[in-house]
């Protein structure tokens, strides 16, 4: 038995332009994408790594590594999720990526504001003046969490 198929109203070309656009080694980074320097001496980023590890006295709050293994199914299926929807044209790659990006920062945020052990130190919860959530001091740590598309 054999059959032929022919495509007359071209949607196989677009249907491929659209896997297309989800190869190419298209990624999406999350994290402290930007190195803005402090009063200090300290850049943004590297606090976000000695947090993010430890270093020093501070020890390890992991809030990207972590989110990741913690919710690493819930990414994967709506990593699945976008892209079937990009392959059916109901959204574009672009779309895909950008959604993709806000979402996991919005789980990574949620992680550092649901607090992440160890507890403060007192000397710590002295100079926060009482505030008590690691990784939340004045906020510029939190706010710098983005996404772009990775190389």
């Given at each position: 038995m054999s059959a032929k198929v022919t495509d007359t109203g071209g949607g196989t070309k677009e249907l491929l332009a659209r896997i297309r656009a989800l190869g190419g080694g298209r990624k999406v980074r999350v994290g402290v994408?930007?190195?803005?320097?402090?009063?200090?001496?300290?850049?943004?980023?590297?606090?976000?790594?000695?947090?993010?590890?430890g270093g020093g006295t501070v020890p390890a709050r992991s809030f990207i590594r972590a989110t990741m293994d913690e919710r690493s199914s819930e990414i994967l299926a709506l990593h699945a999720d976008l892209a079937r929807s990009v392959i059916a044209g109901t959204i574009t790659a672009d779309a895909a990526l950008a959604r993709l990006g806000e979402t996991v920062v919005a789980m990574v945020k949620a992680r550092i504001s649901g607090g992440i052990s160890p507890a403060l130190a007192a000397s710590t919860l002295r100079k926060k003046g009482g505030k008590n959530t690691p990784l939340i001091a004045t906020g510029q740590l939190l706010n710098s969490l983005s996404w772009d598309e990775g190389e």
């Open positions: 994408l930007s190195d803005k320097p402090l009063r200090g001496g300290k850049s943004l980023m590297e606090i976000a790594i000695i947090h993010e590890f």
